[in-house]
């Protein structure tokens, strides 16, 4: 007998005795034959396939008729077949001269359904496995869909959550297949506890990070889910914190998350060195590079020596030196801060070293992760696309635009070689997060219109994921109706110009005063950045109201009305141009920055109205005690306007009351009739404010109640509406009011929501007051 011979007998032998065989569950060598020498074959024989052609099965077979084979080619070609998912067994045998592969077909799968959940929608739970209908069912990937379900769940809060599979033959070879999910009891979050933090308490701290310990209305927010990423992310939130606060050695060691499966809870800990807390010492320029000056650029130069150490500083200094130095022609310079700690005094010296960078190149700039926010949305941020030098604080600036977006739950950009040594890829990594909500808001005012109002509003920042925004709301007072539409996009034509329109229309019904009105209208905007916190916005705006007042009022001449009606409907053509600038250090709940407007409105472009009007506000945020998270702020706010073509309209006029001065009515202070006690407002109004705000003592910070104590004062005088009658006219002096209170402020999920008590300490008789208000807080 030949050598070939006896080789492909004892393999036979082997394969006859025990085989090479699949399963669902992966391939088991259960015998093997040593190989002395390599064999071939005559042959391939499939037995067993009918809905695959054989032809399939040879195609994934390494061995091939004619050429030579050892053990590891069967093992291989066991491997390729089970990997095709096709096969639920596998088995390949030498016979004779030819090599028999049989195989057992896995179902065809009819349809895939999910039963048991609620939480999460069927096609949500479809987008996450990979059992499809018309495909081959296999049971290693109904375990892997088992997990990723799970998976799912875990990302909403629910780590009891059961899956189970379920198969039912509805035919030969073909099976339905059912995920069945018991959803279990909400996976909560008992307790945040931090380890090695002495200059901030653990609850100021807590309001810090973005994961928050379970409470009462946590179903609602759900800011009581765990998550390992979102986890890392409250990492950064902290090192942020602590390095913009003079910790420049802060870091943290470790964070932990132990869930207790009896209770269904997590305890998170995380454990930090807090380091000493700086100062900034001597602050420097220096220049390398030939043709950039560095005494110019001190002036960018944000951090000041003498002051607290804050990380950001440095970051916007950076940012500022880098756009200079690239205006100047010098786009591949580079500005390093080298900072020499004196450990003696605190301090921490910074020097800002402008050189020359590498010459490198943007290859191309590739975005990952994006499954619903436009890849456009995301370059458009970049103030570089490909081809353009690179250039790191651009990358930086276009990272922290991103985030502020709110579009992503991460954004991380990094960098690796391109094709050649002066070429470099940018890889942005984002994960899409909810932009989408639906609120309710309600408010009560004593005055006119008063009573409870509730709004109802339907908000989407990123709509179709092209990045736009638009906003439907409709309320409904006890006298009154508001319906308002807005829609915006952030890059008009493909500049950085956020254009948009607003329209609206209010009916109002003031029985027990004797009047009504409806106005409505539009405004059309764009929105321009000069600076990264400065911008400037152009306006039309049109309106038109219609004013009905009773048989008494308008049969005195006097009325400040009656001019308005017998004109009606009246109507205002205007355009408008503000500056806003803009350097909160957070949006919802301002610790620190300033916010200021200043507007200016002419009237006269057709409409009823002819002015100039110009307003002005400014508010200012600054920490008294960071640690007990005590937050002050001063405000003030002024306007003139003057008629530019006649008669002042009585709704041209500035009306001030609850919103400015608290503790009075809407309109509740200025001119006014003094027979129907009718607000026709004034000229010229001053205004100032004075707040504390602080957490509720007792109260868990997570649950978002915070205090407040102010003082308000302000002014509006003056008249420009020809009543025919001016004697009859009160309140156009400039007498101070003022008012002192407390308030109760509550970031609720369905939006900042507040309650004030205020009494007037200054006014005047014919003033209306109005001690409680409750409504929308805001920043203005």
């Not at 970051?315 to 900072?339: C, D, H, L, N, W």
């Not at 709004?455 to 009154?480: H, M, P, T």
């Amino acid at each position: 007998m030949k050598a070939g011979s006896k080789f492909l007998n004892a393999v036979s032998a082997v394969a006859l005795s025990a085989g090479i065989v699949a399963s669902g569950t992966g391939v088991v060598v259960l015998a093997s034959a040593s190989v002395a020498e390599a064999a071939t074959i005559r042959r391939i024989d499939v037995r067993g396939a009918t809905r695959v052609s054989a032809e399939t099965v040879r195609s994934n077979i390494t061995i091939v008729p004619g050429r030579e084979f050892t053990n590891s080619d069967i093992d291989a070609s066991v491997k390729r077949l089970y990997a095709t998912g096709y096969f639920s067994n596998v088995s390949i045998n030498v016979s004779g001269g030819a090599l028999v592969v049989s195989v057992s077909e896995n179902n065809l799968i009819n349809q895939v359904v999910f039963n048991g959940n609620r939480k999460i929608t069927d096609e949500k739970l479809a987008a996450v496995v990979k059992t499809r209908s018309l495909g081959a069912y296999s049971e290693a990937t109904a375990q892997a869909d088992i997990q990723s379900i799970k998976d799912a769940y875990a990302g909403i809060g629910r780590n009891d959550v059961t899956v189970t599979v379920q198969t039912a033959p509805i035919a030969e070879g073909r099976i339905n297949v059912a995920f069945v999910v018991n959803e279990g009891d909400r996976t909560k979050i008992r307790s945040i506890n931090f380890v090695g933090n002495n200059a901030y308490s653990d609850g100021r701290l807590q309001g810090v990070i973005s994961t928050k310990k379970s409470g009462i209305l946590s179903f609602l927010n759900r800011k009581d889910v765990y998550n390992a990423d979102k986890l890392r992310a409250d990492e950064e939130q902290l090192r942020q914190f602590y390095y913009n606060r003079g910790y420049a050695d802060f870091r943290v060691v470790s964070s932990d998350a132990v869930l207790d499966e009896t209770s269904n809870e997590y305890t998170v800990t995380i454990t930090i060195e807090e380091g000493e807390r700086y100062d900034f010492g001597a602050v420097n320029v220096e220049s390398t590079v030939e043709g950039i000056n560095a005494e110019e650029l001190k002036g960018l130069v944000q951090s000041r020596q003498g002051t607290i150490y804050k990380a950001k500083d440095v970051q916007e200094t950076m940012s500022e030196i880098s756009k200079r130095v690239a205006a100047q022609g010098y786009p591949f310079a580079r500005v390093t801060p080298r900072g020499n700690r004196d450990f003696a005094g605190r301090t921490i010296a910074v020097d800002y070293l402008v050189d020359q960078g590498e010459r490198a190149y943007i290859e191309r700039i590739e975005i990952r992760g994006n499954t619903r926010t436009r890849d456009y949305v995301i370059r458009r941020e970049f103030d570089m696309s490909e081809g353009d030098a690179f250039n790191q604080e651009m990358i930086a600036t276009a990272k922290r635009r991103l985030e502020a977006l709110g579009y992503f739950s991460t954004v991380n950009i990094s960098t690796q070689a391109g094709t050649a040594s002066d070429r470099v890829v940018v890889i942005v990594d984002v994960q899409d997060q909810s932009t989408g909500s639906f609120g309710i808001g309600a408010g009560y005012s004593a005055g006119n219109g008063g009573g409870f109002l509730v709004e109802a509003s339907i908000e989407e920042k990123n709509f179709l994921g092209r990045g736009q925004y638009i906003r439907v709301a409709a309320g409904r007072g006890e006298d009154s109706k508001t319906y308002n539409v807005s829609f915006t996009e952030p890059y008009f034509l493909g500049y950085r110009l956020a254009a948009g329109f607003d329209v609206f229309k209010n009916e109002n019904d003031f029985n027990d005063d004797n009047y009504s009105y409806e106005d409505q209208g539009f405004s059309l905007r764009v929105t321009a950045p000069i600076t990264e916190r400065l911008s400037s916005t152009l306006r039309y705006n049109y309106t038109e109201l219609d004013y009905h007042a009773s048989d008494d009022e308008l049969a005195d001449l006097s009325s400040p009305y009656r001019r308005v009606v017998n004109f009606s409907p009246w109507t205002r053509s205007s355009i408008s141009n503000s500056f806003t600038y803009n350097s909160l250090d957070d949006a919802q709940l301002p610790h620190e920055g300033i916010l200021a407007t200043a507007t200016q409105e002419f009237a006269g472009l057709g409409g009823t109205s002819d002015f100039y009007k110009l307003t002005a506000k400014a508010k200012w945020y600054y920490t008294v005690n960071d640690d007990a998270d005590v937050i002050a702020s001063l405000s003030a706010g002024a306007g003139h306007v003057v008629g530019t073509g006649g008669e002042m309209e009585v709704f041209d006029q500035f009306q001030i009351g609850s919103n400015e001065i608290r503790g009075f009515e809407r309109n509740g202070i200025g001119p006014r009739s003094r027979e129907y006690g009718d607000a026709i407002g004034g000229t010229t109004y001053f205004t100032a404010s004075a707040e504390a705000t602080f957490p509720l003592p007792g109260v868990p910070r997570d649950a978002g109640f915070r205090g407040a104590v102010f003082a308000d004062a302000g002014t509006l005088y003056g008249n420009d509406v020809s009543t025919r009658a001016s004697d009859r006219i009160v309140g156009t002096d400039a007498s101070l009011r003022a008012s002192l209170g407390v308030g109760l402020l509550w970031a609720s999920p369905f939006g900042p929501l507040r309650v004030d008590y205020a009494v007037p300490i200054a006014k005047e008789d014919y003033d209306k007051v109005q001690n409680i208000k409750f409504g929308i807080s805001s920043n203005f």
